[in-house]
Structures are given as structure tokens and as C-alpha cells.
């Protein structure tokens, strides 16, 4: 059983940054791909990033492209997600996911296991 908890969300200014980090607990981290995906008010949740076990792949939506960057330490057990040029679309709760397997993948039934989410506001 592995565990995600993410933290670092809050409130921002359009415009601003914030690094969202996702400790994850149990089983062996650096073997595990990983991905953020969101869920804004009235929305689905969507995918953000993801990244393979080593780091060495990284994907974005569209929507992030040029403004976030996902990576990963593997030896503190932990994926980070720098948001930066905040909008206030981005506005969503954040949830880090854990992928069975070393890879990438953009599909949410791909992540096996998922953290309770943190929030970001992003004001106008």
C-alpha cells in the first residue's frame, strides 16, 4: 500500500508561483510513475503531468505546457509539481497519483493509488 500526501497549495495572485509536493509512504517509490491531475468547481478531473520512475520522461496537458514542470527526488520519496504563471482556470483541488508501473501515463484508471488533494486558488 503506498500512501500519497500532497501539500503546498494555497491561495495566489495571478501571474505567481507555487510548488505543490507529493510525499509518498510505503512500498518502493523509485520503481513507481507518477502524475497531478485536477479537478476544478463543476469539473472533471483532468490530467496535469505526469513522470516515469526515473525522471527521465515527463508529459503535460496542454492547458500547463510551459508553466509546469514536474520532477521527482527519489531518494526523499517524493514528486513535485512548480506551477508557475498562474491563471485563475488553474484554480482546482491538486491530487498526486501513483502509477503501477515505471511509466507515464495520461489516463487516470492507469494510477492505482491517489492522495486526498490540496487546493489552489488562483485570483484575478
Known amino acids: 500500500q503506498v500512501q500519497p500526501v500532497e501539500s503546498g497549495g494555497g491561495l495566489v495572485q495571478a501571474g505567481g508561483s507555487l510548488r505543490l509536493s507529493c510525499a509518498a509512504s510505503?512500498?518502493?517509490?523509485?520503481?513507481?510513475?507518477m502524475g497531478w491531475f485536477r479537478q476544478g468547481p463543476g469539473k472533471e478531473r483532468e490530467f496535469v503531468a505526469t513522470?516515469?520512475?526515473?525522471?527521465?520522461?515527463?508529459y503535460y496537458a496542454d492547458s500547463v505546457k510551459g508553466r509546469f514542470t514536474i520532477s521527482r527526488a527519489n531518494a526523499l520519496n517524493t514528486v513535485y509539481l512548480q506551477m508557475n504563471s498562474l491563471k485563475p482556470e488553474d484554480t482546482a483541488v491538486y491530487y498526486c497519483?501513483?502509477?503501477?508501473?515505471?511509466?507515464?501515463?495520461?489516463?487516470?484508471?492507469?494510477?492505482?493509488?491517489w492522495g486526498q488533494g490540496t487546493q489552489v486558488t488562483v485570483s484575478s
Open positions: 510505503g512500498g518502493t517509490f523509485g520503481s513507481y510513475g
Open positions: 513522470i516515469n520512475w526515473n525522471g527521465a520522461s515527463t
Open positions: 497519483a501513483v502509477k503501477r508501473g515505471g511509466g507515464t501515463a495520461f489516463d487516470p484508471n492507469e494510477y492505482v493509488y
